[in-house]
Structure formats: structure tokens, C-alpha cells
């Protein structure tokens, strides 16, 4: 099973959601996980993971994970060449290690990172920023080129993103 987390904030409240499917190619989640909390730390530029990493492993205390399944965040694994992580890698070493983490982002971060993938989808000339560990970057970017959907954001990865704003 894969599982995608993301989290919203408004005010005082962080609201996360996992949405769980079965394949990279699935149009359609298995199931779907949302918990609202109080955030844990205020924004921190460059600590991120210190405000999103308590909302992700609370809901994930919820769910049974299994041998193989596979966790997507939506940030960073790691950040650049010299070993700092991002949310992903916080994640992977709070889970000992245990699950593969893959961390697709939005937006560029500015250090160079050789396991650093851009993902161009459809027609877009954006491309997304994909991480891993755990897994083989050079593996999971060609899964997420071929997840379902035709847009820059894959079908589920769009749905998720509504499901935390709503």
C-alpha cells in the first residue's frame, strides 16, 4: 500500500490527511485517514519537519502499516548533498527505518541535491521535485511519471491537497 500525507494549518489547528492506494497507477484511494490536532511548533524557515512531522506520526499511530508499504510526503527526504534532511528523512528515522520514504515537492529548494529528481508530467513545464529513501529515487520518479492523471499533480496528489484545504 502506498500512503500520501499532507497537512494544513489554519490558526492554531493543523489538519492532516493520508490518502491510501494501492499502486503508483491507481486512479482511486483504498481508503482515507484525516486527524486534526493543535500545531505542535510554529513555522520555522529550514525546520519544517519540526511543525508537520508530530501531525504525520499522530495520524500515523492510526494506521497499520505493513512490510512494503510506502510513505509520501508532501516536502523533502533529504535537502542537499551534505546530508540535511527534510521532513522525509525526519520521517524515516522517527519509523527506525522501517518504511520507504518518498518526498515529492512543489517548489525547488535551492541546494544542490544529487538524489534530487524533477518529475515532468502532461504538458506542464514544471516540473515536481521528488526524494527518496528507502527506495530508488531513479525508480520512484518513473512510477510518478506514470501515476494517473494527465496534469502536473497526479489524480490523488491533487485530491489530497483538496481534501486538507476543505
Known amino acids: 500500500?502506498?500512503?500520501?500525507?499532507?497537512?494544513?494549518?489554519?490558526?492554531?489547528?493543523?489538519?492532516?490527511?493520508?490518502?491510501?492506494?494501492?499502486?503508483?497507477?491507481?486512479?482511486?484511494?483504498k481508503e482515507i485517514f484525516?486527524?486534526?490536532?493543535?500545531v505542535a511548533a510554529q513555522y520555522e524557515s529550514g525546520a519544517f519537519y519540526k511543525r508537520e512531522l508530530p501531525c504525520i506520526l499522530?495520524?500515523?499511530?492510526?494506521?497499520n502499516l505493513k512490510e512494503n508499504d510506502i510513505i509520501i510526503v508532501?516536502?523533502?527526504?533529504?535537502?542537499?548533498?551534505?546530508?540535511?534532511?527534510?521532513?522525509?528523512?525526519?520521517?524515516?528515522?522517527?519509523?527506525d527505518k522501517n518504511f520507504p520514504i518518498v518526498g515529492i515537492a512543489k517548489n525547488e529548494f535551492s541546494a544542490a541535491d544529487s538524489q534530487r529528481r524533477s518529475v515532468y508530467r502532461g504538458v506542464s513545464k514544471t516540473p515536481l521535485f521528488v526524494t527518496a529513501i528507502g527506495i530508488d529515487v531513479d525508480e520512484v520518479q518513473k512510477k510518478i511519471e506514470k501515476m494517473h492523471g494527465s496534469f502536473r499533480f497526479p489524480t490523488l496528489l491533487k485530491k489530497l491537497?483538496?481534501?486538507t484545504r476543505e
Open 58 to 63: 499522530s495520524l500515523l499511530s492510526k494506521i
Open 161 to 163: 491537497d483538496q481534501l
Open 1 to 29: 500500500m502506498i500512503y500520501a500525507f499532507d497537512t494544513y494549518y489554519l490558526n492554531d489547528i493543523a489538519k492532516t490527511v493520508c490518502i491510501a492506494f494501492e499502486d503508483w497507477d491507481s486512479d482511486i484511494e
Open 74 to 95: 508532501d516536502g523533502y527526504v533529504s535537502l542537499n548533498d551534505d546530508g540535511k534532511m527534510g521532513l522525509g528523512g525526519y520521517l524515516y528515522e522517527a519509523l
Open 34 to 38: 484525516t486527524e486534526k490536532i493543535s
